[in-house]
């Protein structure tokens, strides 16, 4: 895994379908709220444990993970405390208080945990029927299990061994997906440019803290990204944090890379010709992205190393064991040649792909993926 992603050259074609969130949870055979809500255990413990199942290359891009001087600035910021409001056979609602100036407060927004999917967070109270205000009964959220300050980045490597590669995660300043991050841009423009400058303080120095402790690589993940940064507000906002980014851990020897669903091309083409990373996913085909692999490896792939890209829906989820098949002989096709190249699929797997599609990706990349 390291070797592809750093653009060189392993004995065959890693294989590591994102199967980040419910694929790993499912295997649990426990209700999703166990996982996201309780920690019970933690994503990141299901991922490991998904990875080993199925004996793929692991790919666990980061964990939760809080440094010396974030711990301490915390210890002077208001405590929040999950609790639930509101219960059903089949959701659980969330919401947050802490004692804030000497007085206790709520949070005008809600988190909803499922049975059996992953949970919907921020959402407006009035959206789900829950009433405004302090709520008059609710019970606390304790996860079950902790891993303070860096803990869960050490069990993690413990966990994984040689089964696979665990990374630490930052992102990158810019809009958000909502709407009115959009129209603030372009009413106070100097306002938002002023705090992605902040932003991009607090990040360097968080990575600067972070390559200390010697991770396998750095994961930069800004789902959807470009979506709402399109190249014009993306070199404004995002690209001088990708620049010392990707610069701090090139010099401290620790790979990076780019989790960036949705249409990508034109951060692939920044990424490879003006900042320093090693490696970026998941590439993914229309209509939810724009990547064509082939391209994308005659094009950048002598600067960057490829992730992707079979499509989740159409070739993971709903296809026949062949058209995975296929779809993979066809990924190793376009961008294996020399190395540089980790096959995997666009973003997210859904909870109900085949067990046999993943063992058809997993056993054409041993085999037809050999070097």
């Known amino acids: 895994m390291l070797l592809a992603m750093t653009n060189r050259q392993p004995d065959g074609v890693p294989v590591a379908p994102d199967t980040s969130n419910m ?26 444990h998904c990875a080993k199942h199925f004996g793929f290359d692991g790919w666990l891009p980061g964990v939760p993970l809080q440094l010396d001087y974030e711990i ?17 056979p089949d959701r659980i609602y969330t919401r947050s208080h802490a004692v804030v100036n000497g007085k206790e407060q709520w949070t005008n927004h809600c988190n909803i945990y499922y049975i059996d ?17 302090p709520p008059t009964e609710w019970q ?48 106070d423009r100097d306002k938002v440019i002023a705090r992605c400058e902040q932003q991009r303080q607090w990040i360097c120095r968080r990575t600067r803290e972070m390559v200390k402790l010697k991770p396998q690589f750095i994961l930069i993940g800004i ?19 990708l620049k010392d980014v990707t610069r701090i851990c090139k010099e401290a020897g620790v790979p990076t890379q780019i989790h960036c669903c949705g ?14 990373l090693d490696n970026i996913n998941p ?19 002598k600067k960057l190393s490829l992730m992707g890209n079979l499509h989740t829906t159409n070739v993971m989820l709903k296809g026949t064991p062949q058209d995975v098949i296929d ?17 995997s699929t666009g973003d997210q797997c859904g909870r109900d792909t085949p067990d046999a599609n993943i063992h058809a990706m997993i056993e054409t990349a041993r085999t037809y993926g050999k070097y």
Not at 23 to 48: E, S
Not at 74 to 86: L, T
Request: aromatic share 8%.
């Open 23 to 48: 694929i790993p949870c499912r295997l649990t055979g426990k209700p999703f709220w166990d996982i996201y809500l309780y920690q019970d255990p933690p994503l990141w413990q299901a991922y490991i």
């Open 72 to 88: 301490e600035a915390a210890k002077n910021a208001p405590r929040w405390q999950e609790a639930i409001v509101r219960r059903t």
């Open 117 to 133: 999917n992953p949970p919907t967070r921020g959402l407006p109270l009035a959206k789900v029927g829950l009433p405004e205000g």
């Open 140 to 187: 606390d959220a304790h996860p079950r299990t902790s891993f303070p300050g860096v803990t869960a980045l050490r069990k993690a490597e413990e966990m994984m061994g040689d089964a696979g590669v665990v990374g630490a995660g930052i992102h990158l300043p810019g809009l958000s997906l909502q709407p009115e991050s959009v129209y603030e841009f372009y009413d």
């Open 223 to 241: 789902s959807g990204h470009m979506i709402n940064n399109p190249e014009p507000i993306f070199r404004v906002l995002s690209l001088p944090t």
């Open 263 to 276: 249409p990508e091309y034109s951060l692939v083409k920044i990424s490879a010709e003006e900042s320093d």
């Open 283 to 301: 590439l993914e085909v229309p209509p939810m992205g724009d990547c064509d692999l082939a391209r994308l490896k005659k094009g950048f792939g």
């Open 327 to 343: 779809a993979s002989k066809k990924a190793i096709d376009d961008a294996a040649a020399g190395g540089g190249f980790i096959l």
